[in-house]
């Protein structure tokens, strides 16, 4: 069904489509984005839906990303930054001064977070940076919600003067339900950076935060009127984000007699509404993905069940997992979770069949060096058969890693990984003076990301390093006499102290 902008009342609508929807109704003027699971999927909805009066930047770094959403808010346009949850942490650093440096316009960041690590390098919870930035968090449970969510955190940033959090996941990203649209959006007349807060300390900044803008979002979390309560028996349930519509579903078709209190704003946490609800109930169960983020703050009280006390796993959350969870009641303690997934159980993802680059990796095994790898395809030579690379700590960070290896190594690095935060790894090296290999794996795609394209940074790379070499390694038929040649470079670059650099260049097959 074709939809455009002008259709205001109830539709039945994705996730997906609900968040662009209220991007629209909320006139925002600017998008800027990192590619990367689930966050991937909505840039590219909205790039083919929105017109080019809206902006919406891929970015290389999240970080940049979102200096560049403060930019525009300074001056008083609304803006969204999409990332995944590994991007938080990289984001983070400008995020945490936002918050006492105050902002203008609305700044919404949408942290799309991957329970069961389907397609990331963890499993981690973005609803922790509400504590960690002293920010709104929104963990919207259906589409509808999604929509007032991001509807409602524009309008929270602007009356606060702080960035917001929405936090999405893949399976809200594909739910389907009623979505009301709204006319009535509240904006800031003058949504634009008061500079009088200069006039106040460091110290004062943050005291200003607590007494005046705190409170605000205390408020916020304590009254929404997203928060959804049930009373319907002795025993309750607490839910937030995609898990609290598994419980919906659950409870009408059992009809079972357990209340639910369904919490859409999670940071701060609605406190004096938790301790009500659970000293109105015998016992409380709670569920969400991935961490233990409610229950680690109510497990205090004796009569709240959750992961913590094995009743529900880690990570990603299933109706079935809920059903036993609900079935145990009675019981403190639950030891049924204790499966550890294995690569030969799950099955293997390995780098795609005719990759050009897979002799390169099978060189790299056999060379007795430790090899630090990148995320991103290199990620997937660590495991058997390949067993290529050896780390693999985060995006862009093999340069740096390989840097305090005890002789010279390879860094192993794709040509985004190299844009991320690679290149900053690069300049340390070289400045001090540092002893390693860096192998950029060059094929200008994003590839396990969508295929975006890249930017090209080799002249950057031959400006700050004076040993550079290009080797052309595209042509299938030839790749296999070239490893040698490639083989004798490699060997030839570790032999030599500083700092080399060998662009592979071939084409990626699965974005030709």
């Known amino acids: 069904m074709n939809r455009t902008d002008k259709d205001i009342g109830t539709s039945e609508l994705t996730g997906l489509e609900a968040l662009y929807f209220a991007l629209i109704d909320s006139k925002v003027e600017m998008v800027t984005g990192v590619a990367g699971f689930p966050v991937t999927a909505v840039m590219e909805y909205f790039e083919k839906n929105l017109g080019p009066d809206i902006p919406t930047l891929w970015m290389t770094n999240e970080k940049v990303a979102l200096e560049a959403a403060l930019g525009a808010s300074v001056s008083g346009k609304r803006s969204l930054v999409l990332t995944k949850h590994v991007g938080m942490n990289v984001l983070s650093d400008p995020l945490v001064t936002a918050v006492t440096h105050t902002i203008g316009a609305g700044v919404v960041i949408v942290a799309g977070d991957d329970p069961g690590v389907r397609a990331s390098q963890n499993e981690q919870d973005s609803r922790w940076y509400g504590e960690v930035a002293e920010v709104a968090v929104f963990d919207p449970s259906n589409p509808g919600a999604a929509y007032r969510s991001l509807i409602r955190a524009f309008e929270l940033s602007e009356s606060t003067k702080t960035p917001v959090i929405v936090r999405i996941t893949d399976r809200l990203e594909k ?4 979505v009301t649209r709204s006319n009535d959006i509240k904006t800031e007349a003058e949504a634009t950076f008061d500079r009088s807060i200069w006039k106040l300390t460091m110290r004062g900044k943050h005291q200003h935060f607590h007494i005046k803008v705190q409170p605000l979002l205390v408020d916020e979390a304590e009254n929404s ?15 937030s984000g995609y898990p609290s519509s598994l419980v919906d579903e659950l409870l009408a078709e059992r009809q079972l007699e357990v209340s639910h209190l369904s919490l859409n704003v999670v940071s701060p946490l609605p406190l004096r509404k938790l301790r009500y609800f659970i000293s109105d109930h015998e016992k409380v169960l709670v569920i969400e993905e991935s961490e233990a983020f409610i229950e680690s703050h109510i497990s205090i009280c004796g009569n709240v069940l959750g992961k913590m006390s094995g009743h529900l796993p880690y990570g990603r959350i299933e109706k079935e997992q809920i059903v036993f969870a609900i079935e145990n009641f009675d019981k403190d303690k639950v030891t049924e979770y204790t499966f550890i997934e294995t ?7 390995s780098l795609c069949e005719d990759c050009l680059f897979l002799p390169v990796y ?5 060379l007795d060096i430790f090899i630090a790898g990148d ?5 997937r030579s660590a495991p058997a058969p390949l067993e290529a690379v050896d780390v693999g700590f985060a995006l862009g960070a093999a340069i740096s890693t390989a840097i305090g290896f005890d002789k010279k190594s390879v860094a192993v690095i794709g040509d985004f990984g190299l844009a991320h ?12 003076e540092r002893d390693v290999l860096v192998m950029v794996l060059d094929n200008r795609t994003a590839a396990m990301t969508g295929g975006q394209s890249t930017p090209d940074l080799t002249d950057a790379v031959k400006a700050l390093c004076d040993d550079v070499t290009v080797f052309e390694f595209n042509d299938p038929e030839i790749a296999g006499s070239r490893i040698k040649e490639l083989e004798e470079l490699v060997r030839n670059k570790l032999s030599v102290k500083g700092v080399s650099v060998i662009y592979v260049r071939a084409e990626c097959v699965l974005y030709k």
Not at 175 to 178: N, Q, S, V
Not at 225 to 239: D, F, N, Q
Not at 375 to 379: A, D
């Open 421 to 432: 935060s690679g290149i900053v790894g690069l300049i340390n090296a070289v400045e001090n």
């Open 175 to 178: 739910a389907t339900g009623p």
């Open 343 to 349: 690569i030969e159980e799950r099955g293997s993802r």
């Open 225 to 239: 009127y997203l928060t959804r309560s049930v009373k319907a028996g002795k025993t309750g349930i607490i839910s």
């Open 375 to 379: 995320m991103g395809c290199s990620i």
């Open 362 to 366: 099978r060189m790299l095994h056999d």
